[in-house]
């Protein structure tokens, strides 16, 4: 159990993009964008954040970080 105020990274992505990766090799398809909602994603009723593959062009998110008045994570 943690303190007050300590935020804990979940696990439930990982799952979720093995998961899609899987059934990709099964169908031998690339994963289609939007096929992977990780649970912070899915519950955000304003859809600010958005995960996706940013170095494909036609993809949601890449066309989101193209955008001039779009906020990046210290992870771009």
């Known amino acids: 159990m943690r ?3 300590v935020m ?3 696990t439930y992505c990982v799952q979720r993009i093995n998961n899609a990766r899987i059934e990709s090799e099964k ?3 690339p ?3 939007g096929a ?3 649970s912070v994603t899915q519950a955000c009723p304003t859809e600010a954040i958005v995960f996706g593959n940013a170095n494909d062009i036609a993809s949601r ?3 989101l970080k193209a955008q001039q008045r779009i906020t ?3 992870a771009d």
């Open 36 to 38: 992977i909602r990780h």
């Open 61 to 63: 998110v890449a066309k």
């Open 31 to 33: 994963i289609r964008d």
């Open 3 to 5: 303190d007050r105020g």
């Open 72 to 74: 990046r994570s210290s």
């Open 27 to 29: 169908t031998n398809a």
């Open 8 to 10: 804990e990274k979940c």
